[in-house]
Structure formats: structure tokens, C-alpha cells
């Protein structure tokens, strides 16, 4: 009986929100997603020198991979 209800918690204590929510998660995502196709394009732009990367995974792009295939060629070549 000694304590009341607006004793309880001090008034100068909130509830925390939820850091992330479906509403925020919707707005952040065009962002996120254009920050993780940067990441990955810079990603294949530091490994395009090494050969195992122009191999397996520039060699196999549908439209430019013929660039990386004359490339490697005329690296045997010149080897």
C-alpha cells in the first residue's frame, strides 16, 4: 500500500523501442541493398587479378566473359 503506481518507475524512465521493425526494416533496404552490391562489386574488382577468380567466376559472366577468356588465353600464350 506504500508504494503507488506512479511511484513504481521513476518518470524519468522510458520504454525502450525495438531497435529494428518491419517499417524500418522496409525503409533501410533499397539502402542496404545498394550498399551490398558496392561491397560486392569492389569485392570482385580487388580479386580480378588473380587467376583462379578470372577463371571461375569472370570467365563465366554471360555478356563480358569472353573478355576475360581472350585474356587468360593470351596470358598462356605469352607463358
Do not use: C, H
Request: net charge positive.
Amino acid at each position: 500500500m506504500l508504494a503507488q503506481a506512479w511511484t513504481t518507475r521513476p518518470p524519468w524512465l522510458f520504454q525502450m523501442a525495438p531497435l529494428f521493425n518491419r517499417q524500418k526494416l522496409r525503409n533501410m533496404a533499397p539502402t542496404l541493398a545498394a550498399w551490398g552490391a558496392f561491397a560486392g562489386i569492389t569485392a570482385l574488382l580487388f580479386l580480378e587479378p588473380t587467376p583462379l577468380a578470372r577463371t571461375d567466376i569472370f570467365s563465366k559472366i554471360p555478356v563480358a566473359g569472353a573478355y576475360w577468356k581472350n585474356k587468360l588465353a593470351a596470358a598462356e600464350q605469352k607463358d
